[in-house]
């Protein structure tokens, strides 16, 4: 069986939902999020200018050098490039808290880089996709409108954002409130969800998890240890270097992978690759924010001609 030719199962009403539950984690996201979160990032504009060239520029770009290296199955590749394509994951702000990283930046980092994934997850999509020969051909296969694809995204990401950050600037204590449980419902929500769509397809993850698992593990790799090594060495100090890499690795994949059902017929690749994202990602996410939890970061001393610089 080709990966390429299976497409996974999702009635219309059980993707409905679906759709509705990532607007909801996304409102929950945005109950934590104010107008200051922005106004951060105009005061000190570097570290996130950095990190959201990171999340849109590079990460796209090494993924097509990627798939240009290990030449995968098409959908495989095209579920890279959209993966690529989205903005940071609801759990980045945690881990870069428990990493001992820049936690406010990454605040500001998920709330710019989800208002810029409402055009940049569609434009980064669709022209790595057109770039890459056997992608590009997959492409033509399906009728995918951008400006559809564009009203898709705002609905599940703009709209509960606005609303999330209107209650909080409004009614700051009942958001407070309803804080208490929408974050932990968004997270079960978001488990759920990638649960109920492997179970349906479940024969299809079991033959085809180890194509995916490992391209998917470099590509992980990729993502975080672009984040790190660029803003080493635009020598960013060491919590805004935790707080980009973290951004950068821990991608939406629950946005992804309604994408794909939405507009690819849950295209086999992409979805497997989807779905094994938004389970990678929290270990490999868990794993290095608890590494770094244990190393809080230290000025290093260094000439005296050079002054003091946090590392």
């Not at 299976?6 to 993707?15: D, P």
């Not at 690819?264 to 996410?285: E, Y």
């Given at each position: 069986?080709?990966?390429?030719?299976?497409?996974?199962?999702?009635?219309?009403?059980?993707?409905?939902?679906?759709?509705?539950?990532?607007?909801?984690?996304?409102?929950?996201?945005?109950?934590?999020?104010?107008?200051?979160?922005?106004?951060?990032?105009?005061?000190?504009p570097k570290p996130a200018l950095i990190g959201l060239f990171c999340?849109?520029?590079?990460?796209?770009?090494?993924?097509?050098?990627?798939?240009?290296?290990?030449?995968?199955?098409?959908?495989?590749?095209?579920?890279?490039?959209?993966?690529?394509?989205?903005?940071?994951?609801?759990?980045?702000?945690?881990?870069?808290?428990?990493?001992?990283?820049?936690?406010?930046?990454?605040?500001?980092?998920?709330?710019?880089?989800?208002?810029?994934?409402?055009?940049?997850?569609?434009?980064?999509?669709?022209?790595?996709?057109?770039?890459?020969?056997?992608?590009?051909?997959?492409?033509?296969?399906f009728t995918i409108s951008p400006q559809d694809m564009l009203v898709?995204?705002?609905?599940?990401?703009?709209?509960?954002?606005?609303?999330?950050?209107?209650?909080?600037?409004?009614?700051?204590?009942?958001?407070?409130?309803?804080?208490?449980?929408?974050?932990?419902?968004?997270?079960?929500?978001?488990?759920?969800?990638?649960?109920?769509?492997?179970?349906?397809?479940?024969?299809?993850?079991?033959?085809?998890?180890?194509?995916?698992?490992?391209?998917?593990?470099?590509?992980?790799?990729?993502?975080?240890?672009?984040?790190?090594?660029?803003?080493?060495?635009?020598?960013?100090?060491?919590?805004?270097?935790?707080?980009?890499?973290?951004?950068?690795?821990?991608?939406?994949?629950?946005?992804?992978?309604?994408?794909?059902?939405?507009?690819?017929?849950?295209?086999?690749?992409?979805?497997?690759?989807a779905a094994w994202w938004a389970i990678w990602h929290i270990i490999?996410?868990?794993?290095?924010?608890?590494?770094?939890?244990?190393?809080?970061?230290?000025?290093?001393?260094?000439?005296?001609?050079?002054?003091?610089?946090?590392?």
């Amino acid at each position: 069986m080709n990966i390429d030719d299976i497409h996974l199962n999702f009635n219309a009403t059980s993707l409905t939902v679906m759709n509705v539950l990532i607007g909801f984690i996304m409102f929950g996201v945005a109950l934590d999020l104010q107008s200051s979160d922005f106004k951060r990032s105009l005061k000190n504009p570097k570290p996130a200018l950095i990190g959201l060239f990171c999340q849109f520029i590079l990460l796209p770009a090494f993924t097509y050098l990627l798939v240009l290296l290990i030449q995968p199955r098409p959908s495989i590749a095209l579920g890279l490039f959209l993966v690529a394509a989205c903005p940071g994951g609801n759990l980045s702000n945690f881990l870069t808290y428990l990493a001992r990283g820049n936690t406010p930046l990454s605040i500001s980092m998920s709330a710019i880089s989800t208002v810029l994934a409402i055009f940049m997850t569609p434009f980064n999509t669709l022209l790595w996709g057109s770039l890459y020969g056997p992608t590009n051909n997959l492409l033509k296969s399906f009728t995918i409108s951008p400006q559809d694809m564009l009203v898709t995204i705002f609905l599940m990401l703009g709209l509960p954002l606005a609303i999330g950050m209107y209650i909080r600037h409004k009614y700051p204590a009942k958001a407070q409130q309803i804080n208490k449980w929408a974050k932990k419902a968004s997270i079960a929500f978001f488990l759920l969800f990638v649960i109920v769509s492997l179970a349906a397809n479940f024969n299809y993850f079991l033959e085809f998890i180890g194509m995916v698992a490992i391209i998917v593990f470099i590509h992980n790799l990729l993502a975080i240890t672009l984040g790190y090594t660029a803003s080493s060495l635009l020598k960013l100090p060491v919590t805004d270097r935790r707080a980009i890499s973290i951004e950068v690795g821990i991608q939406n994949s629950g946005l992804g992978l309604i994408l794909i059902f939405n507009f690819f017929d849950g295209l086999g690749g992409m979805a497997l690759v989807a779905a094994w994202w938004a389970i990678w990602h929290i270990i490999s996410g868990l794993t290095i924010a608890t590494y770094w939890s244990k190393r809080p970061p230290l000025e290093e001393p260094v000439p005296e001609s050079a002054g003091s610089v946090k590392t």
